[in-house]
């Protein structure tokens, strides 16, 4: 079975370039998160959907950050402008619709280089 | 007060050693816990649920301390293929679905 998949993989550009990430979750799980994982932070919640609707945005750094999910089965997570200082391995995780469960599927990352 | 702290470690220890990791969490609410291990450039995987009675998965041991507020993990009989960074895991609130991860144990098995 496919877990989830994120793409690019890796991701390296210019300071004020616009980055796109994007997810697909595993099929028939409906939440899916976006983390950022840094050293000196750890890995902090960005944003997170329950039913392609946007539950709590709170963790997005600042209006530079967007995301979308305008599918079950498909999410992306936009920086424009970026900076170097968003530089990250980016996570997109998956929870499937059982009461309870907390177990959350990440994808391989996308590891982001802002020069 | 951070929601999760943890020891970064790193904890360097022998194969065959038996090694602990403790985490503390702020919120007395919390109801349920959980360990992710992560590989080095890897993506995060549960390891183990923590229950209030404690759970047992092989050479591993998770146990919660309600009083103290803090969580366990315990390894037995250490391999190499254990090292990795270990994460303890709290849901953010009661009731959602998100979860606060520490900033994670590191653990080197040595041969």
């Known amino acids: 079975d496919a877990g989830v998949i994120q793409s690019p993989r890796h991701e390296v550009t210019e300071m004020g370039q616009e980055v796109t990430l994007r997810c697909k979750p595993i099929s028939g799980h409906n939440s899916l998160f976006w983390y950022r994982q840094t050293m000196m932070r750890g890995l902090e919640l960005l944003i997170y959907?329950?039913?392609?609707?946007?539950?709590?945005d709170s963790g997005m750094p600042e209006d530079r950050f967007s995301a979308k999910m305008p599918n079950a089965s498909f999410s992306t997570l936009k920086i424009q402008p970026s900076e170097p200082r968003d530089s990250a391995v980016y996570f997109c995780?998956?929870?499937?619709?059982?009461?309870?469960?907390?177990?959350?599927?990440f994808g391989p990352g996308t590891r982001l280089t802002v020069l | 007060r951070k929601e999760v702290e943890q020891d970064p470690g790193p904890f360097n220890v022998p194969e065959g050693a038996t090694v602990a990791f403790n985490c503390t969490y702020s919120n007395s609410a919390s109801q349920s816990f959980f360990w992710y291990r992560q590989d080095c450039r890897k993506e995060p995987k549960l390891l183990m649920s923590v229950y209030s009675s404690g759970n047992e998965d092989g050479r591993f041991t998770a146990q919660l301390n309600r009083a103290s507020q803090y969580i366990s993990l315990l390894i037995r009989d250490s391999k190499l293929s254990d090292s990795a960074t270990y994460l303890c895991v709290v849901p953010l609130d009661t009731g959602r679905r998100a979860l606060t991860f520490g900033s994670g144990t590191r653990l080197q098995v040595q041969p």
């Open positions: 995780a998956s929870t499937p619709p059982l009461a309870g469960l907390h177990e959350q599927f």
């Open positions: 959907f329950n039913n392609n609707v946007p539950i709590d």
